[in-house]
């Protein structure tokens, strides 16, 4: 087990890639606490892998300061401490700048940057009283490169990328690593809300096309695949690894 023993907390863990990594983290032998606004999700993801105590539900809402900063604490009193976070929380936001819905832009950053900021704030503490641990956020490849349909959230997540690589350098001294995941189109209830801003399924169509052309190993990302991702830097085995953006992405961004 890849992670017997080691006290976790996954954000935005009742669906799609949190869900994912909660499932393969307590199967390496993990104990989890799963942050999600979804009580009723959160309830069924303690069913269906947490019989036995493995997971934790702490209901929040992230886009708040309290919940943002309370939920990493709670999970923190509820496991007796933090080895591991995967600050996994955020949404598309609005499309364009163009009469941009000001309320959606704040939702989106206060989701996609902010919680990021006040969860490594909050558990930096709790992660050296463990002697140190592995600080996970999940960017984009839109953190990587620009996004010609998403600009909005290629900004927000380009500023997770430089807060992930900046963290890596000043929590090194006490043993804390910082990575960042950078997935790409991945088959999640977020998909759509990517290729099909406008709700037409032919726009929605011709999107999916065009960025699978343009995978080279052909095929969208599951959410497994970026969970795994995530259980590696998470675990002792790359204990040499802080600082890095990590595409998970078939190869979208190599060109």
Same mark, same amino acid.
């Given at each position: 087990m890849? *992670? #017997? %023993?080691?006290?976790?907390? +996954?954000?935005?863990?009742?669906?799609?890639?949190?869900? @994912?990594?909660? !499932?393969?983290?307590?199967?390496e032998?993990?104990?989890?606490?799963a942050?999600?606004?979804?009580?009723?999700?959160?309830?069924?993801?303690?069913?269906?892998?947490?019989?036995?105590?493995?997971v934790l539900?702490?209901?929040?809402?992230?886009?708040?300061?309290?919940?943002?900063?309370?939920?990493?604490?709670?999970a923190?009193?509820?496991?007796g401490?933090i080895?591991?976070l995967w600050?996994?929380?955020?949404?598309?936001?609005?499309?364009?700048?163009?009469n941009?819905? *000001? #309320? %959606?832009?704040?939702?989106? +950053?206060?989701?996609?940057?902010?919680?990021?900021?006040? @969860?490594?704030? !909050?558990?930096?503490?709790?992660?050296r009283?463990?002697?140190?641990g592995?600080?996970?956020?999940?960017?984009?490849?839109?953190?990587?490169?620009?996004?010609m349909?998403?600009?909005?959230y290629s900004?927000?997540?380009?500023a997770?990328?430089?807060?992930?690589?900046?963290?890596?350098?000043?929590?090194?001294?006490?043993?804390?690593?910082?990575?960042?995941?950078?997935?790409g189109?991945?088959?999640?209830?977020?998909?759509?809300?990517?290729?099909?801003r406008?709700?037409?399924?032919?726009?929605?169509a011709?999107?999916?096309?065009?960025?699978?052309a343009?995978i080279?190993?052909?095929?969208?990302?599951?959410?497994?695949?970026?969970?795994?991702?995530?259980?590696?830097?998470a675990?002792?085995?790359?204990?040499?690894?802080?600082?890095?953006?990590?595409?998970?992405?078939?190869?979208y961004?190599?060109?």
């Amino acid at each position: 087990m890849r *992670l #017997k %023993g080691k006290l976790a907390v +996954i954000t935005a863990a009742a669906s799609g890639m949190g869900r @994912a990594g909660v !499932e393969l983290f307590v199967r390496e032998g993990a104990r989890v606490a799963a942050v999600d606004i979804d009580e009723s999700a959160l309830a069924a993801l303690v069913r269906d892998f947490g019989a036995e105590g493995q997971v934790l539900p702490i209901p929040a809402d992230l886009s708040t300061e309290e919940g943002a900063r309370g939920s990493i604490n709670r999970a923190a009193e509820a496991l007796g401490g933090i080895d591991i976070l995967w600050a996994h929380a955020g949404i598309p936001g609005p499309a364009s700048v163009e009469n941009i819905d *000001l #309320k %959606g832009y704040e939702r989106s +950053i206060n989701l996609n940057v902010t919680s990021a900021v006040l @969860a490594a704030g !909050e558990v930096a503490r709790h992660m050296r009283a463990r002697g140190g641990g592995s600080l996970l956020f999940t960017s984009s490849i839109s953190g990587l490169v620009g996004s010609m349909l998403s600009p909005l959230y290629s900004t927000a997540k380009f500023a997770v990328v430089g807060l992930g690589k900046s963290l890596a350098l000043s929590l090194a001294p006490d043993r804390i690593r910082v990575n960042v995941l950078c997935p790409g189109l991945t088959e999640t209830p977020m998909m759509k809300g990517f290729i099909g801003r406008s709700g037409d399924p032919a726009e929605m169509a011709a999107n999916g096309q065009k960025y699978l052309a343009a995978i080279p190993l052909g095929r969208f990302g599951r959410a497994e695949d970026v969970a795994q991702a995530a259980l590696w830097l998470a675990s002792d085995e790359s204990l040499y690894v802080t600082g890095v953006a990590l595409p998970v992405d078939g190869g979208y961004t190599a060109r």
